[in-house]
């Protein structure tokens, strides 16, 4: 049986290894020092592979988590998005995987002071820290049941970080109502900027 400090080797199908291999190459000699420079490349589209990252941040290769964290962050730094499509981009190629919900999650929250007033910072699951604010935005997506709201952070080029259901709660409790266009709204202010999550009614507010 497999040891708690044992990964999930990368697996090694028939075909489409090579194919993996010579990205993993790419990847390591673009990205892995914090977000590669993706925006100044122009690769061919090489179509997709069978990479996904699940709902609850989980990459899967060929069906197979991917087990090294390393690995992981590797991949994420060449991460980005086009349009509603999620690809690998390095100078000599970029292929799509699928991402089940967001390709990050917000694990961790904290607040800092600044001149613009309380700043939330969350760090996802990939020790990315984001500053919530201009550029780096909350939006609030409908959840499976009325009245409630799945919250989401802007981490960088179109990918975004889903909060985990424990941070969602956490969040709420930081609420407040502000009148929005003569309607009172409940939300959350980060950075001088106010989020509003629901009407202040739909809470009995």
């Known amino acids: ?106 694990v961790d929250m904290a607040q800092e002071d600044s001149e613009a007033g309380p700043v939330l910072v969350f760090r ?13 935005d909350l939006r609030f997506a409908p959840g499976g049941q009325e009245g409630e709201v799945v919250p989401y952070v802007h981490v960088r080029r179109g990918l975004e970080a889903r909060l985990t259901r424990a941070l969602a709660f956490d969040l709420a409790a930081r609420g407040e109502v502000r009148d929005r266009a003569g309607t009172p709204m409940f939300g959350v202010a980060s950075a001088g900027v106010f989020y509003p999550m629901l009407p202040a009614s739909a809470l009995g507010l």
Request: glycine share 14%.
């Open 124 to 136: 996802t699951n990939l020790d990315d820290l984001v500053r919530c604010g201009p550029g780096h």
């Open 1 to 106: 049986m497999s040891g708690p400090d044992q990964t999930v080797p990368m697996p090694r199908p028939n075909t489409g290894g090579g194919r993996l291999e010579a990205l993993l190459a790419a990847v390591r000699e673009a990205g892995g020092r914090g977000p590669a420079p993706v925006e100044a490349w122009d690769p061919p589209d090489c179509g997709d592979m069978d990479m996904r990252i699940a709902a609850d941040g989980t990459w899967f290769y060929g069906g197979t988590p991917i087990g090294r964290p390393a690995l992981v962050r590797l991949f994420a730094s060449v991460l980005t998005r086009e349009g509603g499509r999620f690809v690998l981009k390095t100078p000599a190629e970029k292929i799509g995987i699928r991402v089940d919900d967001a390709p990050f999650l917000a």
